[in-house]
Nanobody, 122 residues
Framework: QVQLVESGGGLVQAGGSLRLSCAASGRTFSLGWFRQAPGEKREFVATINWRDSTSDYADSVKGRFTISRDIPKKMVYLQMNSLKPEDTAVYYC??????????????????WGQGTQVTVSS
């Protein structure tokens, strides 16, 4: 069983930065971040291999966002730089405990946090 709690969302100006945090309990093999804007479907943002920290990103955030993890603290982070208004969404942390160490779709992740709101103003 895994429990996830996100934090760090808020309001930021376009071009600014924000760091999201996800506290994880239980054993995990891969972690991911997804986001969902009003009226839109949830979309993949980033994923990380818990064992060796290899990671991958959606094309829309490559070069701007960085996912990382801290094993002793059982935390995963999403550092968001050069934020754009189109990044505005509720951001969700997700985890899986078996199978591939990177996950790109909602079905890859049995466990989800409650979400944290990120709003980017122009």
């Amino acid at each position: 069983q895994v429990q996830l709690v996100e934090s760090g969302g808020g309001l930021v100006q376009a071009g600014g930065s924000l760091r999201l945090s996800c506290a994880a309990s239980g054993r995990t093999f891969s972690l991911g971040w997804f986001r969902q804007a009003p009226g839109e479907k949830r979309e993949f943002v980033a994923t990380i291999n818990w064992r060796d920290s290899t990671s991958d990103y959606a094309d829309s955030v490559k070069g701007r966002f960085t996912i990382s993890r801290d094993i002793p603290k059982k935390m995963v982070y999403l550092q968001m730089n050069s934020l754009k208004p189109e990044d505005t969404a509720v951001y969700y942390c997700a985890a899986r405990v078996v199978g591939p160490y990177l996950g790109y779709i909602e079905g890859d992740y049995p466990y989800w946090g409650q979400g944290t709101q990120v709003t980017v103003s122009s």
